[in-house]
């Protein structure tokens, strides 16, 4: 069974400052996506990463694959208050054609 | 253009009662997938449907569980009888033929279910 580990799983920080949060798996995924959830919505997609080592901007969201696959990071450059919401890697598999989600990362940015 | 729909979106009923749960995929997306988040696990896949033909049910907990997608189009998920391990939010998610691990899955926003 493939398992998606995110750390950490809960965090409330003032909004200006810096976060990483953690995605880590002992299998190896084709390509991770990062997706945001709010409440009362479903997940939407973020990015996504491929190859290994890879790296992508999206603002002020830097994604980053680990060079063996097996791993991501998702860091945030000063947070604001509209970052807040659960954030969820989640691997996929080619063959299977599904998505393995990881334990998700509850996001509070206050003022 | 539309995105997946889901409804209901909650849904209380009582254990040992029979419950559907329909969605709506994008139109023309052949794919049509059913997750679930049960309280304080990770969303897990349950089914994959291509067109009408269910292509992966791997995930599927159990026989209480039937899902259909007759014609290709929407997607029906009947819990019967119902349990209370039953109870989370079951998400719909959808995606074009010919999708590769680089393309992200549209979602719906779910169906609350509630068991008691």
């Known amino acids: 069974t493939q398992l998606l580990e995110q750390s950490p799983q809960f965090l409330s920080i003032q909004e200006g400052e810096n976060l990483t949060v953690y995605c880590n798996s002992s299998?190896?995924?084709?390509?991770l996506q990062w997706y945001r959830q709010e409440p009362g919505e479903g997940p939407v997609l973020l990015v996504t990463v491929v190859t290994g080592g890879e790296v992508k901007k999206l603002k002020r969201l830097t994604f980053q694959f680990g060079d063996a696959r097996k791993d991501s990071s998702l860091h945030i450059t000063a947070a604001q208050t509209g970052d807040t919401g659960l954030y969820l890697c989640a691997g996929y598999t080619g063959g299977g054609n599904k998505l393995t989600f990881g334990t998700g990362t509850q996001l509070k940015v206050e003022l | 253009e539309a995105g997946v729909t889901q409804f209901p979106s909650h849904s209380v009923i009582e254990k040992g009662q029979t419950v559907t749960l329909r969605c709506d995929p994008i139109?023309?997306?052949?794919?049509l997938y059913w997750y679930r988040r049960v309280m304080g696990k990770e969303i897990k896949f349950l089914l994959h449907f291509v067109k009408e033909s269910k292509q992966d049910e791997s995930g599927m907990p159990n026989n209480r569980f039937l899902a259909e997608r007759t014609g290709g189009t929407y997607s029906t998920l009947k819990v019967q009888p119902a349990e209370l391990e039953d109870s989370g939010v079951y998400f719909c998610?959808?995606?074009?033929?010919?999708?590769?691990?680089?393309?992200?899955?549209?979602f719906g926003s779910g169906t609350r279910l509630t068991v008691v």
């Open positions: 998610a959808s995606r074009p033929y010919g999708m590769t691990g680089r393309d992200g899955y549209t």
């Open positions: 299998s190896v995924f084709s390509s």
């Open positions: 139109s023309g997306h052949d794919n």
